[in-house]
């Protein structure tokens, strides 16, 4: 199984959640005037999806770990599919927003089993390198769909785009089928009943729990920053959707810079290394943003601190997830499925709160400062303590050098 080829097909099924939220994301204002509400709720039908790309990891995890990684991804690529007509043809937001939540239940299957999947090829720096790849892959998403969504928006509308996310998924479908071998042997599958039990199993693991965390207030970042920042700079700078749709794209072009230069420099770091550095520079992008839009120092200081948080942030990402499934091989569905809904929950919850006297850049940049911060605190003071004391993982060798974690392939010693 060639590793390029598959890092590719894993990267574009990762691309449900970004796709599902980018490309109509320039038409929400429209969507709101269309179905005559409010621009909250308009924002919700976003939440509802995340809500169900994170629910439906939890059912889709155990899931892969116990039939393989192959059936439940066709499954949930080909109900996507359908869901995504369902959208395009509501009549009121109330079923949009159930349509939505559905979507997402079965868009969560991409998510998921690319994880699953990078994690029965690979451990340690590897595991890394190759979600780094996943992360530049699945990046064509939030570069591509904005700038299309953008110049759909005039022309088809929203409901046009919910046909074209139809189109996507139909595509994902067969790509697939076609060029996505199975990854976990019979052998290595979880028996009956299992599921219950290996939830349990990771819920007692402390160190996991603190990625969970971190995953959650990170979660409440990014979600806060997608849901908002269409009306921040649309509404509150002026912008055209096409404006708004290149800002938000090269965005997204600084996380797949950003992942580069972690899968290049992972090696001699180590993840550990980098992911404390990656959350701690983070978070002080994200009270940058918020001190440019205290002291009013305009759009440009405002985009130039979004730049550097999404260069930082995507190379984070990585470095954590690939040390939060090191201990975790046998049950790696079920751990990805966790990681997965921290992110995809808790932020969908809490953008819409943040927003309800307004989404402003302010309401904007004071939640995400507030969550990167917290994140970047639980990795400093709870994560990196606990891996110190962790013994090695199988293929990577962790050593402490001047208090600091650092993990090195084996033989690097």
């Known amino acids: 199984m060639k590793l390029g080829r598959v890092a590719v097909v894993l990267g574009l099924l990762e691309m ?32 509802a ?32 599919a359908v869901l995504s007509l369902v959208c395009a043809i509501t009549p009121s937001i109330e079923l949009l927003l159930a349509a939505r939540f559905f ?13 699953a999947v990078a994690r029965d ?29 953008g110049q759909l928006a005039p022309v088809m509308g929203w409901r046009g785009i919910f046909a074209v996310l139809a189109g996507i998924g139909v595509a994902l479908f067969v790509l697939a089928w076609a060029a996505l071998p199975e990854s976990l042997p019979p052998d290595g599958r979880r028996t009956k009943g299992d599921g219950v039990r290996e939830f349990g199993v990771l819920l007692k693991d402390k160190l996991f729990l603190c990625f969970l965390l971190v995953g959650s207030f990170g979660g409440i970042g990014f979600f806060t920053y997608l849901a908002s920042i269409s009306f921040v700079l649309q509404d509150g700078f002026s912008l055209s959707p096409q404006l708004f749709s ?5 965005n997204a072009v600084m996380s797949v810079v950003g992942a580069q230069i972690n899968r ?22 994200a009270v940058a943003m918020l001190a440019s839009v205290l002291f009013d120092a305009g759009l440009v200081a405002l985009l130039v ?3 550097l948080l999404m260069l930082l942030s995507g190379g984070a990402q990585s470095n954590g997830t690939a040390l939060a499934l090191a201990d975790h091989k046998d049950r790696a569905g079920t751990a990805a499925a966790l990681l997965g809904t921290t992110g995809f929950a808790v932020g969908p919850l809490v953008a819409p709160l943040v927003s309800l006297g307004g989404t402003t850049a302010l309401t ?28 090695a993982s199988p293929g990577v060798t962790e050593r402490v050098v001047a208090d600091e974690v650092e993990t090195v392939p084996p033989g690097a010693l």
Not at 30 to 38: Q, R, V
Not at 125 to 140: K, S
Not at 365 to 388: E, F
């Open 264 to 285: 290049v420099v992972v090696r001699r770091a180590g993840p550990a290394r980098m992911y404390s550095i990656g959350t701690a520079i983070t978070a002080l992008a």
């Open 364 to 391: 904007m940049s004071m939640t995400m400062a507030t969550a990167y911060t917290c994140a970047a605190a639980l990795v400093w003071w709870a994560v990196l303590p606990k891996l110190r004391r962790r013994p």
């Open 16 to 47: 449900f959640g970004p796709i599902s939220m980018d490309l109509y994301m320039p038409a929400l204002p429209e969507l709101a005037g269309d179905l005559h509400t409010s621009s909250s709720l308009a924002q919700a039908t976003m939440s």
């Open 305 to 307: 601190a979004l730049a």
């Open 121 to 149: 090829l690979t451990d340690g720096v590897e595991l890394v390198r190759l979600l780094a790849m996943l992360t530049t892959v699945g990046a064509i998403a939030p570069i591509v769909a904005p700038v299309v969504g």
């Open 246 to 250: 290149v800002c938000f794209a090269a």
């Open 49 to 80: 999806c995340m809500l169900g790309l994170a629910l439906g990891q939890l059912l889709v995890g155990p899931l892969s770990d116990r039939y393989g990684r192959r059936p439940p991804l066709l499954v949930g690529v080909g109900l996507f």
């Open 103 to 115: 979507q997402g239940l079965s868009g969560s299957a991409g998510i998921v089993i690319a994880l």
